[in-house]
């Protein structure tokens, strides 16, 4: 029998382009459904994607009308580990230093970026018969939209969001240029206090939405995490479910990370990772317990309370090393604490290499997010056997369970959790730590049961895979 038809769109896809989790999640996942459907995937060709190193060759270009005026778009095409890649190109949408914009904002012109994205996306549909477009983010969100209003698709459209605090919001004036009718411009679609909202759009459009937790999946529905957008999912609740992210276990598996100064499958495996980070770092203390924080330096990361709690964490017996990048006020006040305390490291940038290194040699993984949607860092962690120390929300409260509930017979990965986003809890979280760090039989055992569970896809694949299958009977 024929495979069903998937096209799986998303602004980033790891290994080509990745600014966060939604790039692991757009390789990891079409991979695993790859068996059970036939699946493309398409994103940008964004200059800073290597197109000889990935074989990526030139198909075929078409005209995009938008708003009135035509765009040449290029589509391109690769084979990556089994699965179908197209790329779009066009020079509006693809030749940026960044990707969205810098860190501190979106390029003005993101919505006439990534509507071209989505009018491109759905020119492949209609060129194409595909029984489901798989949409990711606000950047997709249009083509839930443009496939409703062309008769000639067919396609279902499952829409998932991996981060409601980036809803594409835009001036009304953009309706004219990416060409959406007026007549969309309303509270029950488009229209947010006065301005367009793409998520919402997608939310409204599409025929079905996931997000990447189903603790997130609730928490969405409140004020507290629902970005003013909580009525409007409260309105849509019924096709709205929370499917938990899994993580690539071919890429993030420390048996065969090639990344790493010894591969390792136990707890003692981890030593001469540790050490040679520390020495890399020229921080001392290999018997002191190592914390790690890798991700995005901003407000949801959790990094307030980092930099207030700092001080005190790093007058404990320990070290702790930070990797990321962010906002120019975090980077300053990070800078200075790195400066004063001699066992705190701190590097800027995003270095997958150097990530997988502080995986393997942390003891601990500092996640204080104040949201989270799914977070994979803690995934990760797991499985290089780096204890998670998390706030208990949305994807951290379905992930990681508290350490003080060990049940050697349980599925379940542990870690120290915390329910207050305070700078003061997380102090008393990493005290906690180095406390279980100082009962090493346990410790050991712990890591050593993390490291075994299973945060591969295989689960959640089938959870998608009952969406598409309602939608396209
Ligand atoms: P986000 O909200 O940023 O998408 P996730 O937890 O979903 O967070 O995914 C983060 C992914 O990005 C993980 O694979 C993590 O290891 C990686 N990552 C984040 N920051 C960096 C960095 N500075 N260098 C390397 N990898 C990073």
Known sequence: MNKKRLLFASSEVYPFIKTGGLADVAHSLPRALNDQYEVTVVLPLYNAIDRNR?????????????????????????LYEGVEYRFVYEPLLCDREFLYGPPECGYEDNALRFGLFSYAVTELLRRDTYAIAHLNDWQCALVALLVKEDSTIETECVYTIHNLAYQGVFSPSVLAQIGIDESHFTMERLEFYNQVNFMKGGIAYADAVTTVSPTYAKEILTTEFGCGLEGFLHVHRRKLSGIINGIDSDHFSPSCDEALVEKYTDAKGKKPSKSALLKQLGLKGSTKPLFAFIGRFTEQKGVDILVEALPKIVELECNVVLLGEGEEGYHDSLTALAERYGNLSLSFGYDEVYSHRMYAGADFLLMPSLFEPCGLNQMIAFAYGAVPVVTRVGGLADTVKKVEMYDENSPSGYGIVFTSPTARSLVAAVKKSCELYGDKKHFEAVV??????????????????????????
């Open 54 to 78: 990935f074989k990526i060759k030139r198909i075929e270009s078409f005209a995009v009308v938008m708003g009135g005026v035509s765009y040449e778009v290029e589509l391109y095409g690769t």
């Open 448 to 473: 050593n049961h993390n490291m075994k569970c299973d945060f591969s896809w295989s689960e959640s694949a089938k959870a998608y895979q009952v969406i598409y299958e309602r939608l396209s009977k």
